[in-house]
Nanobody, 131 residues
Framework: VQLVESGGGLVQAGGSLRLSCAAS????????VGWFRQAPGKEREGVGC??????????????DFSRGRFTISAISSDSAESTVYLQMNDVKAEDTAVYSC???????????????????WGQGTQVTVAS
């Protein structure tokens, strides 16, 4: 599985930013893509994830801090690849972090947003929120 993030940068507090994750090479048409972030000095945490089956979104899950402000969507070009977006609205200074996407089988995406079921990770993209 190959994952490439893009779209990070500097944004003012209260503004919006959209991150992209180009995900390809899944072995099956049932896969999950998660978004995670890691701020300096902190552990990596789950932002949200999407479960895709046959090119259609089966489910999405969000962390408490991202629900209502962030939206994850998947646009599939075929059964084994998608571009997964993380739309971030009303960003806050505490959203500053390196954001990474991860890919795995569909069961990798579940409500508690664990990371250990994912097989591959992107290189990450920096998001900096200026207050």
């Amino acid at each position: 599985v190959q994952l490439v993030e893009s779209g990070g940068g500097l944004v003012q507090a209260g503004g919006s930013l959209r991150l992209s994750c180009a995900a390809s090479g899944f072995a099956a048409s049932d896969y999950g893509v998660g978004w995670f972030r890691q701020a300096p000095g902190k552990e990596r945490e789950g932002v949200g994830c999407v479960h895709v089956i046959d090119g259609m979104t089966r489910s999405t899950y969000y962390a408490d801090f991202s629900r209502g402000r962030f939206t994850i969507s998947a646009i599939s070009s075929d059964s084994a690849e998608s571009t997964v977006y993380l739309q971030m609205n009303d960003v806050k200074a505490e959203d500053t972090a390196v954001y990474s996407c991860a890919g795995g089988w569909g069961y990798a995406c579940y409500p508690s947003l664990g990371e250990y079921e994912y097989e591959s990770w992107g290189q990450g993209t920096q998001v900096t929120v200026a207050s």
